[in-house]
């Protein structure tokens, strides 16, 4: 879009939770817009997270939102030319970008999972990044570590 920036179109809320996030990760994690087999995948997932959950006061929407929690990065490297050489400069994350880097990295850990279904590799990736653990959070500490090595470079900020 040349003039202006698109609008932000209003997303339905799930029917089980009444949760816009949920509805934000399950289109993410839809293929083929295939909405309800996403839905249905996410769904038993919580069902396997709640039956292996070990904190009792939680529920498994809590420990989903604590999972994406841990995932955000905070901190993320921007290439930038300046004068011929290319620098990698850490720069702060927008909110809503925070939110769709930790839901497209759990979903892409979780599918590279060797578990029968995705709604159990999915659950898995779950519990594990709420005990911060995990190939989802490691990406956030290795993302973290990029900025932190680049720290020189940042008086190069646009």
């Known amino acids: 879009m040349r003039k202006r920036q698109a609008k932000k179109r209003p997303l339905l809320p799930d029917p089980k939770f009444n949760d816009q996030l949920v509805t934000r990760f399950v289109n993410n994690l839809m293929w083929d817009g295939k909405k309800s087999v996403a839905f249905k995948v996410f769904y038993d997932a919580l069902d396997i997270v709640e039956s292996k959950k070990q904190d009792a006061e ?15 990065p905070h901190v993320e490297v921007r290439s930038r030319r300046v004068g011929g050489a290319t620098f990698q400069i850490p720069m702060q994350i927008r909110p ?20 029968k279904s995705t709604a159990g590799k999915l659950a898995s990736e779950i519990l594990a990044a709420a005990k911060e653990e995990g190939a989802a959070v490691k990406k956030r500490m290795d993302t973290h570590k990029m900025a932190e090595a680049n720290k020189a470079f940042s008086h190069f900020r646009f």
């Open 58 to 72: 939680k529920s498994a929407l809590e420990i989903w939102k604590d999972a994406l929690t841990n995932v955000m």
């Open 96 to 115: 809503d970008r925070k939110i769709s880097m930790a839901m497209k990295w759990m979903i892409l850990y979780a599918r590279k999972r060797n578990e």
